[in-house]
């Protein structure tokens, strides 16, 4: 079992994961562009009950089912998590080690930037993935 653990730039919140991800993927869709303030978000997915997250947080919905958690102080984005399906997706920028990230897919390329040229190899889909 894996262990990923991580948190904000200035050390207020952290959080850890006990389990293996569901899965680990690129999204390059306009939501993610904006939220991260970066040309994709590099997210690992985790089941809601395997994250532990300690120290105050603030949340923004982004879209009706999608809340992004970020630190109120740094104003560092952790994660964004959908309650519906159970899922928390971890930001790979505020792991402690983002070398653990292993990305197996390229999601939202439709809304890639033209300068991000996508070459190493990894299934990309326009939209969302086709389901598993």
Known sequence: ?????????????????????????????????????????ARVLFRIDDVTIEGQLATVNTSPDLQRGF???????M??????AGVIGITTGSLDDPSAFRPQMHIFTASKQPWVMLDDGLPQYDGAPPPN
């Open 1 to 41: 079992m894996a262990r990923y653990e991580g948190g904000c730039l200035c050390k207020a919140v952290r959080y850890r994961a006990d389990a293996d991800p569901i899965n680990e993927r690129i999204c390059h869709c306009r939501l993610c562009q904006k939220a991260i303030g970066a040309a994709f978000n």
């Open 71 to 77: 630190c109120p102080s740094c104003g560092t984005t």
């Open 79 to 84: 994660f964004s998590r959908r309650d519906s």
